[in-house]
Each structure stands twice: as C-alpha cells, then as structure tokens.
C-alpha cells in the first residue's frame, strides 16, 4: 500500500535511555505527541522506577505521527498513520530478536502518542505487557464502530485524561 509513497517516519531517530537493551528483561516505547519530540517523551521512562527496562523514543518524522485529528476519517490520516503503526511493528520486532518476550514489552504514548498507542494495541491479536494512555483514544471519527483484535484480559492498562481537554473527548476516553 504504501509503494512509491515517502514513508515521513523512516530515518527518524530512536533514543534510548534506562537499562542497555543487551541487559534488559522488559522494554517500554513511549510515544510522543504532535508537535513534540523523542527527547520530550523519554523523559516520562524516569518517572518509573523499573530496573532493567530500556526505553525507546521514536521520532515522528514532522513531529507528527499522522496529520489530522484523532477524531477525523481514517482515510484523512493516511498513508502516514499505517507508516507509524509499522514503525511500531518494526521496533517490537526488533525487541523480541533482541530477546524481550512480548509480555515485558510495554506502549505508553501522550496525546496522538496516546491514540497511536491505543490503535496499535487495539489492531494487535497479541498480548502486550502494557498500555499506558495519557490523553488520547482510538482513532476514528465520532460514531466508528471498533473490533478491537486484542485480548487485553488480565493485561495492565492505565488510561488518563482531563475531562475539560479540548481535543479530547471525554466520551472517546470513556
């Protein structure tokens, strides 16, 4: 689908902070949100005082993971938010060569981090260790009928929003 198409993501940086991946047991990506940047979300891996996790920041290439709202027609939101679920796709891949079982490898995203945090868990058919959302939702505009493919059954999740957000919905958190 995405053939002859410039993918905005590749060639982004990845910054790492926490245990060196070659010692960690878990990992955790965090997900920044539009307009900021891998070095402002990769502060949030010190607030958890978890020992041998590394923690990866990707860059959005124009600091951004997809051009519209959350809240806006799929269609209007790609080829850019499929291009960022795969980059998501890529770094778990290389995670679990890496010796991390999927079960210690975590999402946690702030604002469209959030979104695409919760849309790559929601797509998955597999459990994760985690998800953590800090202001955000599933994608799609009002009324989108989600068949979320995850079990989350017994799987940790931590959602938190203001419920005055003006881009958020306190409906879509809910």
Do not use: K
């Not at 920041?57 to 997809?66: D, E, K, M, V």
């Not at 604002?111 to 202001?135: D, I, K, N, P, T």
């Amino acid at each position: 689908m995405t053939d002859n198409l410039t993918d905005v993501h590749a060639g982004q940086p990845l910054l790492y902070s926490g245990a060196a991946l070659e010692q960690a047991s878990a990992a955790m990506i965090l997900l920044h949100g539009r307009g900021a940047s891998a070095e402002s979300i990769l502060d949030l891996g010190e607030e958890f005082p978890l020992q041998n996790t590394t923690f990866l920041a990707p860059q959005a290439g124009l600091n951004r993971w997809y051009p519209q709202s959350f809240l806006a027609p799929l269609q209007e939101n790609q080829p850019d938010l499929d291009l960022a679920l795969g980059r998501i796709t890529r770094l778990v891949t290389d995670l679990i060569s890496s010796g991390i079982r999927l079960d210690r490898i975590w999402l946690a995203g702030f604002s469209q981090g959030a979104c695409l945090a919760s849309e790559y868990m929601s797509r998955s058919s597999v459990r994760y260790g985690g998800l953590l959302v800090f202001s955000g939702g599933l994608i799609g505009p009002p009324g989108t009928q989600w068949n979320p493919h995850s079990d989350f059954a017994g799987m940790p999740v931590f959602i938190g929003c203001s419920d005055r957000d003006p881009h958020i919905p306190l409906q879509r958190v809910q």
